[in-house]
Nanobody, 127 residues
Framework: QVQLQESGPALVKPSQTLSLMCAVS??????????WSWIRQPPGKDLEFIGA??????????PYSPSLKSRTSISRDTTKNQFTLQLSSVTQEDTAVYYCARLRSFGMTTRATGDYWGKGTLVTVSS
């Protein structure tokens, strides 16, 4: 069974860089034609797709939020079968529950059959 687990600091100060890691088990991040993705949900708001990394290591970011795209970096460590999210220059608006997911379709924020999501981790941006 595919499992994903997010980890990282729960509190980040404004202007700093948010860094999260997603550990994957039950599948390899280098062998399936899926999108290893990051998604977030700010309090009281809808899910927002951030970006993804593919089996070949290509990164694709959401085109719908240019300000988010310019601050985002997604990378991976194939030896540990994990991928990471870095979001720079954070503000309180970046406070959200952050999810990593294995998606069959790019950009999906609705949970479909065959997709796998982590449980999510709350990151608060506050001084």
């Amino acid at each position: 069974q595919v499992q994903l687990q997010e980890s990282g600091p729960a509190l980040v100060k404004p202007s700093q860089t948010l860094s999260l890691m997603c550990a994957v088990s039950g599948d390899s991040i280098t062998t399936n034609r899926v999108y290893w993705s990051w998604i977030r949900q700010p309090p009281g708001k809808d899910l927002e797709f951030i970006g993804a990394i593919t089996m070949s290591g290509n990164t694709i970011y959401s085109p719908y939020s240019p300000s988010l795209k310019s601050r985002t970096s997604i990378s991976r460590d194939t030896t540990k079968n994990q991928f990471t999210l870095q979001l720079s220059s954070v503000t309180q608006e970046d406070t959200a529950v952050y999810y990593c997911a294995r998606l069959r379709s790019f950009g999906m924020t609705t949970r479909a059959t065959g997709d796998y999501w982590g449980k999510g981790t709350l990151v608060t941006v506050s001084s």
